[in-house]
């Protein structure tokens, strides 16, 4: 089992930054990849980048060259650094984690642009 708590969202405005941070805990042996996805009203849920144990990394293409995923393995921790936010980035954000073959999820928190 693996809890994953997200934190960092907020109101901004367009063309700001916002910095989401997303701490997972419980059974944290072979967490493979760990992203970010996002949800906004009346749409479906959709990547947003994803970042493997390895360093790797993969964007969606609405969000490169904008957003930055890293990842912290001793810490546990995926950060998503959003640049230059959009209104169309308004979403829940939901931290990301595959974990025995299995996906887990965070709860969600609010990311909020203004234009």
């Known amino acids: 089992q693996v809890q994953l708590v997200e934190s960092g969202g907020g109101l901004v405005q367009a063309g700001g930054s916002l910095s989401l941070s997303c701490a997972a805990s419980g059974m944290l042996f072979r967490i493979n990849t760990m992203g970010w996805y996002r949800q906004a009203p009346g749409k479906q849920r959709e990547l947003v980048a994803v970042?493997?144990?390895?360093?790797?990394?993969n964007y969606a293409d609405s969000v490169k060259g904008r957003f930055t995923i890293s990842r912290d393995n001793a810490k546990n921790t995926v950060y998503l650094q959003m640049n230059s936010l959009k209104f169309e980035d308004t979403a829940v954000y939901y931290c990301?984690?595959?974990?025995?073959?299995?996906?887990?999820w965070g709860q969600g928190t609010q990311v909020t642009v203004s234009s």
């Open positions: 990301y984690a595959l974990h025995l073959r299995s996906d887990c």
């Open positions: 970042v493997t144990s390895g360093g790797g990394t």
